[in-house]
């Protein structure tokens, strides 16, 4: 009797429960079993749990994680890594009279695929720095392998592609991050960047919804210690802004920032532009600039209810 | 899209198309000695370490030619097609009184950049379909690649747009 795993429908014949030849089987990993759910029988046993070996904590894999069946398979991601490795030995039997290790060579594993695998531990990495969720960070893996497997982009620096695939990711999820949020935690420049996203949205034939004010509010408001009411009015602010069409051609960042000033300003806690423009990325000039065109309709920006410390006409004008 | 060009077209205010910069190039048919003509020639300069072309330049038409050993031209800077053979043709003389048998082959435009106004506001956003990109942090203009003439326009948010890519004779109607 052959098992095979859920994700596995190529030659193999498939499990099927005698009496129930339509039933989709159940499998029972702490038994290794799968079972149909019709007639209960175990149709198919001593199925090969392909999972770690024991719970782990960590994010990541703890450097000392005595696993004996290595790391979880990750079959989306390599080229199925059923590779042989000899590991580091660690009794006295595998060093030799020297005191060098015998079998020193680890053997190099998938090295077709070692480059992807750096590059997805570098993703990790820069996603690590800015705290982003483990389903955007699978995303920009599995980005990464389609472009890598393209090979349409392979004189570009990996570093770079993976800098521009975590962009597209976090584009894709609904929760853009800037240009220069995305510099900061990588060693690429912004125009390195910005030129390796396009190739990718032409390399993929993909394309990635427009960026819209109200995706940074949350960020930038909580990042400044702004209360929610003041982000709900920076959000709606920014969003009439844009419909009235009072800042034609400015980024979307530097509305969005100008209009957090705004907010601020008439509520309780005041910040200042250098403070704003430090978070958003913008250049206080930049937040000056677009806080004109928009000052002169403040009060039919604000929402209806919104409770003001400082009136409108006592808003500063810069 | 293509609405908008149609627009384009038939607006009274549309201010007409400009065209900018026209970059040739011609074969002169024999090898040259480049150090020769830079030290014999006005207006030119030649630096091999920097680039292995001598730069020469002319006032009237006001171009720019970058003349190779090999004998072949590039010429740039015209504002129009007939302007660039001219300029192309007045360099070819400067190199045959030099004393070098130069020829005037396969004289072809490579690009013609040009620019016109629409006059009104676009709204980029509502542009933005297939073709397209448009990354406002990245670039303040949309980049629409157009297909049936093979050119590339740079829409912007003030109504002027810049037509480029455009190889073939034939400047696009609009």
Redesign the interface.
């Known amino acids: 009797m052959f098992s095979s795993s859920s994700s596995d429908g190529l030659a193999l014949p498939r499990v099927q429960c005698p009496n129930h030849p339509d039933a989709i089987l159940v499998e029972d990993y702490r038994a290794g079993d799968m079972i149909c759910p019709d007639c209960g029988l175990v149709v198919g046993d001593r199925v090969i749990d392909v999972g770690s070996e024991w719970r782990t904590f960590s994010n990541e894999k703890a450097l000392k994680d005595p696993s004996r069946v290595g790391d979880a398979q990750n079959p989306l991601l390599n080229g199925g890594d059923l590779t042989t490795m000899i590991s580091k030995g660690t009794g006295a039997a595998s060093f030799d009279e020297f005191g060098n290790s015998k079998y020193q060579n680890r053997r190099t594993m998938s090295s077709s695929d070692r480059a992807m695998l750096n590059a997805f531990k570098e993703i990790s990495t820069m996603a690590d720095r800015i705290n982003l969720p483990r389903n955007i960070i699978d995303r920009t893996n599995n980005l990464f392998k389609q472009v890598y497997e393209q090979k349409s982009l392979k004189g570009r620096a990996n570093d770079a592609i993976a800098s521009a695939c975590l962009y597209i990711a976090c584009r894709q999820e609904g929760v853009p991050r800037t240009f220069k949020e995305i510099c900061a935690v990588s060693r690429i420049s912004k125009k390195e960047i910005g030129r390796c996203f396009k190739l990718i949205l032409k390399a993929l034939e993909t394309s990635v919804d427009l960026i819209t004010t109200g995706d940074f509010m949350s960020r930038f408001c909580s990042n400044l210690g702004l209360p929610k009411q003041v982000q709900m009015a920076a959000t709606f602010i920014a969003r009439k802004a844009v419909e009235l069409d009072l800042v034609p051609g400015r980024s979307p960042i530097s509305v969005a920032a100008a209009a957090i000033y705004m907010a601020s300003q008439a509520s309780a806690e005041k910040k200042t532009q250098k403070e704003i423009g430090d978070i958003a990325g913008v250049a206080d000039v930049t937040i000056r600039q677009s806080y004109r065109l928009i000052y002169p309709r403040a009060a039919e920006l604000f929402p209806p209810d919104f409770k003001f410390d400082t009136p409108v006409d006592k808003l500063p004008q810069l | 899209m293509e609405n908008y060009i149609k627009a384009v077209s038939v607006s009274r205010h549309f201010s007409a198309r400009v065209c900018r910069n026209i970059v040739s190039t011609v074969n002169l048919g024999c090898p040259l000695d480049l150090k020769f003509i830079a030290l014999q020639a006005r207006n030119a300069e030649y630096n091999p370490k920097r680039f292995a072309a001598v730069i020469m330049r002319i006032r009237e038409p006001r171009t720019t030619a970058l003349i190779f050993s090999s004998g072949k031209m590039v010429c740039t800077g015209a504002k129009s097609e007939e302007q660039s053979r001219l300029a192309a043709r007045k360099y070819a003389r400067v190199v045959q009184k030099l004393g070098f048998p130069a020829r005037f082959l396969d004289f072809k435009i490579q690009n013609m950049v040009a620019s016109c106004d629409v006059s009104f506001?676009i709204?980029l956003?509502g542009l933005?379909l297939?073709h397209q990109?448009?990354?406002?942090?990245?670039f303040?203009g949309l980049i629409y690649r157009m297909v049936k003439p093979r050119i590339v326009l740079l829409i912007?948010?003030?109504g002027k747009v810049v037509l480029t890519g455009n190889d073939t004779q034939y400047t696009k109607p609009q």
């Open positions: 506001p709204r956003e933005v297939t990109h448009y990354e406002p942090e990245l303040p912007f948010v003030s």
